[in-house]
């Protein structure tokens, strides 16, 4: 497929030859896939000629060779997980978008926690009503991938946390992917005063090129917690699109972290409304790029109610000819005033050919407000090198011990502390690739 | 008592816009509405050779099929370029004036009103100016002085004639005519502005200084400046710019050029006090620019310095391409908005040598219900070796009705590059205010003072001369935006 895809094609492209999902006996939901399969087809994929996609072209999705859709049988030894032993066993997992009962292991959850598939709770499984939740979070201009997922979708995560309950062990939600295109859906409904732990990998099964497109929607009560980890390390040839909609009720928390390092194109989009007073968001990400590698994190952060507060850092190193691109944009509305916003993004570039784009962007409607944002991208710095070289440290192990204390204080800082050493891990991990892929 | 009466009249001028007079003169205009006639007429009544009035009829071609630009953050009805003048000249004997004494007398006391006495300042000031009203140069000093070290400062229609060579080689080179939608109207239709050449290794002995003024109603004002520093030269030029009170608002699509060859350095300040519009939006000039220099030559430097002001609408953003190798370019600006007005402005800093340098520094400030937005582009080329860029934007806010935004792009593609970005955005803070009413020091002039300290920055990189008019301005513009 070497064609541009024409916008009135886009829901045959990419809804992965099956027919589109269709639930008659839920006519809210019809009606919202309806209205964005309406939106999609006249949108089309996004083109650079649009300010949000400025610096990422999708291209490469319209040239996506697919690969094969079955991957065959993969037991539960093979998936991918972060946490320590004994601590993964709350695990969802899904295939190619589709939740996977047989490899997802979801025992003993505490009374009022909902964990599954959207699907099921979809059906009525889990007896709640998700009509006033479900595309009530997303949606808004300006949102081509979103109005896809939602015309497509038919299944996902889904989590939901009765107000008071809280959740110490972490929920793993494990999606892999093969040959084809997949748009989940995510929704996670936190109620007052309610507290989990997320944390999502992303992989391949080696299938072949794929198309990840996920949505996602979290809203978050009054002084409720939600703490969202996300390792994406989809296959070298997939391309992956992540949408996150949030919205923040007084006192909530909504943390947030991201490492990439795989896809050949990935973006992670995230959005956040902080909608009344105390509420806070921390969106942090890493990621580390190789070969042609493209990834593009672009928050918005919506100061919508005094006294709210966000921070974000996202740290990037860049190899050989990939791009990295950040657009982070504040909002800080009329009323919001006492807000309190920073964002800071550092790059560093370890080759000639990389390229780093960055967009911090701040749009301020109130006075009364402290709001900053930062950005750097370079080279290491020179002399913490020749610092480690004249104390007898090999130039590529001294390179290394530099990249990984640039990133590492970004994950230290991580609250779930159970996950930094293997967050740290996989820093290494990317880094020893580098070492032996390297040209002499 | 001389702060006390200087107070008064700050408050009587900020009443009414100081410089929204209209001077009586009889002018001469083209009919309303743009076409290739009006372009063929521009060019007839200036003289011009055959190539240039073929330059301009490309470019009105092209600016037929480009789109209006939509992506800065301010909100305007379309314009309507039919329904203004895109020549109009103060009508004179017949070849225009010689010297001083043959420039209308009315003419000059506006200018006296403006507070350029030209006169007095040929002997005092050491200023040379050429003032341009409307559409046309009215008058340069200094003219004889310059010409005795080989520097050539005069109208660009003059220099059309006596220096073809230079204005073909340079013209357009900077900004193509095909560059954005307004850049390319200028290029069709502009009309007069300043032509400034200083040769080779020559330093020049004083400051160069335009003056601009919008004066006819329902006329465009498209000037177009092209300076060119050649190897190893000095020069600083200041711009000035006002227009009388009008309901309607007026465009104002001018076009800088800058041109830096080995060693030069161009020192560019602008005061931009445009009449802004009354307190409810009505009116006001459309000050749509562009303005860019190229730092050709190594070690070349080019620093912008803007105290912005006045104008509904401020659409500005005076560039540096950073060719030649060790070049540096700088852009200092200061940006206030008040009432209704909106402004966008901000720079690109485009490194494409080795070691190439510079440096932003933007500080704005939004009072009333304006909208402000700085925006910025740095680019490090693959090639742009060891290139270094730190931009500072900071953004004060007074009251709770206006807007205070930043859009910087960062492209970075040289790992021996370092960018370093940063901004903050605030308010006047209690204390400070706390601390000189205490000390019998009005809520406006602790305001103005705050402010002035905020600007500091910026202010000091303008010429003497300037710094002073602009302290006052940054007091002034902020009249009525606090109590």
């Not at chain 1, 066993?89 to 505490?110: E, K, Q, T």
């Not at chain 1, 939600?226 to 919205?247: F, G």
């Not at chain 2, 809520?443 to 006052?472: H, I, S, T, W, Y």
Request: glycine share 8%.
């Amino acid at each position: 497929m070497s064609e541009a895809v024409a916008a009135s094609d886009i829901l045959e492209t990419y809804g992965a030859g099956a027919a589109p999902p269709a639930s008659p006996a839920l006519p809210w939901l019809e009606s919202l896939r309806a209205g964005a399969r309406a939106r999609a087809a006249a949108a089309g994929l996004p083109t650079p000629r649009q300010e949000t996609w400025k610096y990422t072209n999708l291209r490469p999705l319209e040239k996506l060779a697919f690969g094969t859709p079955s991957p065959g049988q993969i037991g539960a030894e093979r998936l991918p997980s972060l946490l320590p032993q004994g601590q993964s066993a709350r695990r969802l997992v899904f295939v190619n978008g589709r939740f996977n009962a047989g490899l997802s292991a979801c025992a003993d959850l505490p009374e009022g926690v909902r964990a599954g598939s959207l699907a099921e709770a979809l059906d009525g499984g889990g007896g709640f009503d998700l009509a006033g939740h479900l595309g009530r979070i997303a949606g808004g201009e300006d949102q081509a991938m979103m109005d896809l997922n939602t015309a497509l979708m038919s299944d996902g995560f889904f989590l939901h946390v009765e107000a008071g309950v809280q959740l110490d062990q972490p929920i793993e939600a494990i999606y892999l992917g093969a040959g084809q295109a997949f748009h989940p859906r995510g929704l996670i409904i936190m109620e007052e005063n309610s507290r989990a732990i997320v944390v999502e990998h992303h992989d391949g099964l080696g299938g072949g090129a794929y198309f990840a497109n996920h949505g996602c929607e979290i809203s978050i009560g009054a002084q409720a917690q939600l703490r969202h980890y996300k390792v994406q390390a989809e296959a070298d040839d997939a391309i992956h699109l992540a949408n996150v909609r949030v919205k923040v009720e007084a006192g909530g928390i909504y943390d947030s972290f991201v490492l990439a390092r795989g896809a050949r194109l990935s973006r992670n989009e995230v959005s956040v409304r902080l909608e009344a007073p105390g509420a806070e968001c921390h969106l942090n990400g890493i990621y580390m790029l190789r070969g042609d590698q493209h990834c593009d994190n672009t928050t918005t952060v919506e100061h919508l109610a005094p006294e709210t507060s966000s921070r974000e850092v996202f740290k990037g190193v860049l190899d050989d000819r990939s791009r990295g691109v950040f657009q982070g944009k504040i909002v800080v509305h009329k009323d919001a005033q006492k807000s309190d916003g920073h964002q800071l993004s550092k790059v560093l570039l370890l080759s000639d050919r990389a390229e780093m784009d960055a967009k911090p962007e701040l749009e301020i409607y109130a006075d009364d407000v402290k709001c900053s944002h930062g950005a750097t991208a370079g080279d290491l710095d020179p002399d913490a090198l020749f610092y480690l070289r004249a104390r007898g440290i090999p130039e590529a192990s001294a390179r290394h011990m530099l990249i990984e204390a640039f990133l590492a204080d970004t994950i230290n800082n991580l609250a779930a502390e159970g996950l930094c050493p293997a967050l740290m891990a996989s820093v290494g991990h990317w880094l020893s690739d580098a070492a032996t892929g390297e040209a002499p | 008592m001389a702060a006390n009466v200087e107070t008064i009249e700050q408050v009587q001028a900020t009443e009414k816009y100081k410089y929204g007079f209209v001077t009586d003169i009889e002018s001469e205009t083209a009919p309303k509405g743009l076409s290739e006639d009006i372009v063929r007429f521009i060019s007839q009544k200036k003289n011009e050779p055959e190539w240039l009035l073929e330059w301009r009829l490309k470019a009105y071609r092209h600016w037929l099929t480009m789109p209006e630009p939509q992506w800065a953050h301010v909100v305007f009805p379309p314009l309507d370029y039919q329904d203004s003048y895109y020549y109009s000249a103060p009508k004179s004997k017949s070849d225009g004036p010689k010297s001083l004494e043959e420039v209308d007398p009315e003419l000059l006391r506006t200018y006296e009103k403006l507070g350029i006495p030209l006169k007095e300042q040929e002997m005092l000031a050491g200023v040379a100016v050429d003032a341009v009203f409307d559409s046309v140069s009215v008058a340069t000093t200094f003219k004889g002085k310059l010409e005795e070290q080989g520097i050539i400062f005069c109208p660009i229609s003059e220099a059309v004639q006596n220096h073809p060579e230079l204005v073909r080689k340079y013209l357009g080179s900077v900004v193509p005519a095909a560059d954005n939608k307004h850049a390319c109207l200028n290029s069709a239709v502009f009309t007069d502005g300043s032509f400034v050449y200083i040769p080779k290794g020559v330093r020049c002995p004083m400051e160069l200084s335009t003056y601009f003024r919008i004066n006819a109603a329902n006329t465009g004002q498209f000037e177009r400046t092209l300076l060119i520093a050649d190897a190893g030269s000095y020069v600083s030029y200041l711009e000035g710019c006002t227009a009388p009170m009008r309901d309607e608002n007026q465009l104002h699509a001018a076009v800088v050029e800058l041109i830096a060859l080995d060693d030069a350095e161009i020192k560019y300040s602008t005061v931009q006090n445009w009449y802004p519009g009354d307190e409810n939006g009505v009116g006001g000039i459309y000050n749509f620019v562009t303005k860019r220099g190229a730092c050709r030559g190594h070690n070349s430097k080019i620093s912008w310095t803007q105290v912005e002001t006045g104008s509904a609408i401020t659409w500005k953003y005076p560039s540096c391409i950073l060719q030649g190798d060790n070049s540096v370019g700088e852009f200092y600006s200061v940006a206030i908005t008040n009432n209704m007005q909106q402004a966008d402005t901000g720079t690109k800093m485009i490194h494409l040598g080795k070691n190439t340098r510079s440096r932003i520094i933007s500080k704005g400030i939004s009072a009333g219900r304006s909208q402000q937005t700085y925006r910025g582009l740095v680019k490090i080329s693959p090639k742009a070796q060891g290139a270094r860029n730190h931009t500072q934007c900071d953004s004060l806010l007074i009251g709770d009705t206006c807007g205070a935004h930043t859009v910087p792009y960062i492209e970075c593609r040289n790992r021996g590059a370092v960018v370093e970005h940063e901004a903050t955005t605030s308010k006047i803070s209690e204390d400070q205010l706390f601390y000189c009413r205490q000390r019998g020091i009005s809520q406006e002039d602790a305001v103005a003072l705050v402010v002035n300290g905020f600007c500091r920055e910026v202010l000091q990189q303008l010429p003497m001369e300037f710094a002073v008019e602009a302290q006052k301005l940054v007091g002034i513009s902020l009249e009525g935006s606090v109590g």
